[in-house]
């Protein structure tokens, strides 16, 4: 997993074994997950998702599965007032 994050935006970038073992965590698993084995890609600034891609190509996801991901990837890692908090609080 990698982050980037600037006084606007967060960038998330997690490998195909970060979303594999993200799916397939004990307890909290994702069944069926169309993320799980794929790396992923995903920008987002105070507007809310800017960029997504799955496997290096534009792709489309389910939205609570992408919402679900990014959200466990990025809490926590956001300076407190970030403008992309926002959108970690509309989508737990």
């Given at each position: ?29 994702w ?10 890609f ?51």
């Open positions: 997993m990698r982050t980037q994050i600037t006084n606007t935006a967060a960038k998330l970038w997690l490998s195909a074994n970060d979303t594999y073992n993200w799916a397939t965590r004990p307890r909290a698993s069944p069926c997950s169309v993320l799980s084995g794929n790396q992923l995903v920008e987002f600034d105070q507007g809310g998702l800017v960029d997504l891609a799955i496997n290096g190509r534009m792709s489309d996801c389910p939205a609570n599965e992408l919402n679900a991901i990014v959200s466990d990837h990025l809490r926590g890692k956001l300076p407190a007032g970030h403008p992309c908090n926002l959108y970690l609080e509309q989508h737990p």
